[in-house]
């Protein structure tokens, strides 16, 4: 759960980093050189005007789809991502166990309690830091999605709703759903772990709120790719955890 943190902390460095770099202001074009340009920010800008012009030349219609067709891209990640924290679930009790083995705070003790941990999640297969991945894939998407609209000026200055896509949203609506949506896919994807781990607990309110600081100080289209995704991933989590959920719930009524 820290490396978690740890690497939501570092998302949003590296997204305030890279959105402040000197390219930002740079319009991208089919001539832009380095490997950033050519093989991510090009691209998606090409991807969102092409699919643009499929759809009567909505280039909010269009970030919709962009941001569908890359959640089915990475769904076998995303899948596995869901698969192994179900898992990460059932070896709760036996984590604790060995938390509560090994209590002493002392280099030696903990060493072992990190080497046993090791060993349970190899016995039953499990990769702890698998719910990294989906986190790490989305961080230069997320990033090439802010440069391809900022640096195509046809999509920065479109209208989409009742707001600019390059612009932040006027009414912070979509900062809220960004936030309101992220809290539902955490609280479905921990569904019975979170009460048990206060860390986990603490995650299911932190990571909403780091989105709207996010999403407020953004362009709106990013806010859109962030909400579309994350309605994406509770429809793609209720599926495959639906049985559980319900179960959950069914307890927590009683």
């Not at 891209?73 to 509560?100: F, G, S, V, W």
Request: proline share 6%.
């Amino acid at each position: 759960m820290k490396r978690r943190i740890g690497f939501i902390i570092l998302f949003g460095a590296l997204a305030a980093v890279l959105a402040g770099c000197t390219e930002i202001h740079k319009p991208i074009t089919p001539e832009s050189k380095g490997f950033w340009n050519e093989y991510i920010v090009y691209p998606l800008s090409w991807l969102i005007k092409y699919v643009a012009g499929l759809l009567g030349g909505s280039f909010g219609l269009s970030i919709i789809v962009v941001t569908i067709l890359i959640r089915l891209l990475i769904l076998p990640l995303m899948i596995q991502q869901t698969r192994n924290a179900k898992a990460m679930q059932a070896l709760q009790p036996e984590m604790e166990a060995l938390r509560k083995k090994y209590s002493s705070k002392d280099a030696q003790t903990q060493q072992k309690l990190q080497q046993e941990m090791m060993l349970l999640f190899q016995k039953h297969g499990v990769n702890p830091m698998a719910g990294c991945f989906p986190i790490l894939i989305q961080m230069p998407i997320l990033i090439g999605f802010y440069h391809a609209i900022m640096r195509t000026r046809e999509i920065a200055q479109h209208n989409f709703l009742w707001f600019d896509l390059g612009e932040k949203d006027p009414y912070y609506i979509l900062p809220v759903i960004a936030g309101v949506t992220t809290f539902i896919q955490q609280k479905i994807m921990m569904a019975g772990s979170a009460q048990q781990n206060p860390q986990m607990a603490m995650m299911l309110w932190m990571m909403p709120i780091m989105i709207v600081i996010f999403a407020i100080n953004f362009p709106a289209a990013l806010s859109l790719y962030w909400v579309v995704g994350n309605i994406f991933s509770i429809v793609q989590t209720y599926l495959i955890k639906g049985p559980e959920i319900a179960a959950h719930s069914g307890g927590a009524k009683k």
